[in-house]
T-cell receptor, first 112, second 111 residues
Framework: GENVEQHPSTLSVQEGDSAVIKCTYS??????FPWYKQELGKGPQLIID?????GEKKDQRIAVTLNKTAKHFSLHITETQPEDSAVYFC???????????FGKGTHLIIQP | EAGVAQSPRYKIIEKRQSVAFWCNPI?????LYWYQQILGQGPKLLIQ????????DSQLPKDRFSAERLKGVDSTLKIQPAKLEDSAVYLC?????????FGPGTRLTVT
């Protein structure tokens, strides 16, 4: 089955700096790559996603890049703010509303 | 638009007892998922429904876990009997096609 590796497990950055979280996956059939943000006591919230026919997608301060050849994708957050502090999960899906396979998460800490 | 609703939010039971969780998906979403999230890990898919039929239950421990989705809307997940290792957050999600939207989860503690 699919295996998703996510790094780092913890990331601490100064407010205003950029943060990058990276994921690799094993199954070349995966074609949908969402990123979720999970705050304490809440369910995961979809923040951005990318499909396999696109190399990069941006939404304000958040961007995702995908390299299908190397089977890795990354989340980029610019101009970080205190409210960005949370656990971020990458995930993959084969497409067609299948179940997601998640990474183990990255605890992002924004230092004031 | 209302999100995915789940209840209860918290549940504490003793091992060998039974427990049930309820989920109401986003209106119109045909696909419903149950995930188990153990502390410090990402969610793991337990079962996926398309309308009221099971699409994937390959990771559901069927000796103790069961789930149903009557009339293709609400769903219940049951554990009987519970084990200590079942302590986790149980997340329900629904989808219209690709994007999955999660509920707040039910935190289960088995003592």
């Amino acid at each position: 089955g699919e295996n998703v590796e996510q790094h780092p497990s913890t990331l601490s950055v100064q407010e205003g700096d950029s943060a990058v979280i990276k994921c690799t996956y094993s199954d070349s059939a995966s074609n949908y790559f969402p990123w979720y943000k999970q705050e304490l006591g809440k369910g995961p919230q979809l923040i951005i996603d990318i499909r396999s026919n696109v190399g990069e997608k941006k939404d304000q301060r958040i961007a995702v890049t995908l390299n299908k050849t190397a089977k890795h994708f990354s989340l980029h957050i610019t101009e970080t703010q205190p409210e960005d502090s949370a656990v971020y999960f990458c995930a993959t899906e084969m497409g067609g509303a299948d179940g997601l396979t998640f990474g183990k998460g990255t605890h992002l800490i924004i230092q004031p | 638009e209302a999100g995915v609703a789940q209840s209860p939010r918290y549940k504490i039971i003793e091992k060998r007892q039974s427990v049930a969780f309820w989920c109401n998906p986003i209106s119109g979403h045909a696909t419903l998922y149950w995930y188990q999230q153990i502390l410090g890990q990402g969610p793991k898919l337990l079962i996926q429904f398309q309308n009221n039929g099971v699409v994937d239950d390959s990771q559901l421990p069927k000796d103790r876990f069961s789930a149903e989705r009557l009339k293709g809307v609400d769903s219940t997940l049951k554990i009987q009997p519970a084990k200590l290792e079942d302590s986790a957050v149980y997340l329900c999600a629904s989808s219209d096609q690709y994007e999955q939207y999660f509920g707040p989860g039910t935190r289960l503690t088995v003592t």
